[in-house]
Nanobody, 123 residues
Framework: EVQLVESGGGMADTGGSLRLSCAVS????????IGWFRQAPGKEREGVSC????????YYADSVKGRFTISSDNAKATVYLQMNNLKPEDTAVYSC????????????????WGQGTQVTVSS
């Protein structure tokens, strides 16, 4: 069974940076696509980024492209989301999620989820 644990959330100033971590266990991390989602109160959940060893390039939502970078460390079985040039509208609960093999631009179901970590960007 896939298990996911997020960490690294907190507070940042506008223009600042945070790095989120998603520790993966229960399965080989390279057998699954790992995505980051976020949801702010009163807003719909949106897919932010996704990485898969079976795809040629990671996926980024237009809202974060050029500011966020997703990466993986297979030895540590951890996926990271480096968030730079943060904006107040990035404030949300960020969750990592997993699905088999492919990201498919985050259009398909992600059946496995972590607990979420809060990111707050001051304005």
């Amino acid at each position: 069974e896939v298990q996911l644990v997020e960490s690294g959330g907190g507070m940042a100033d506008t223009g600042g940076s945070l790095r989120l971590s998603c520790a993966v266990s229960g399965v080989p991390v390279n057998a699954y696509a790992i995505g980051w989602f976020r949801q702010a109160p009163g807003k719909e959940r949106e897919g932010v980024s996704c990485i898969s060893s079976a795809e040629g390039a990671p996926y980024y939502a237009d809202s974060v492209k050029g500011r966020f970078t997703i990466s993986s460390d297979n030895a540590k079985a951890t996926v990271y989301l480096q968030m730079n040039n943060l904006k107040p509208e990035d404030t949300a609960v960020y969750s990592c999620a997993a699905r088999p093999m492919f990201c498919w631009s985050m259009t398909q179901t992600f059946p496995y989820w972590g607990q979420g970590t809060q990111v707050t960007v001051s304005s």
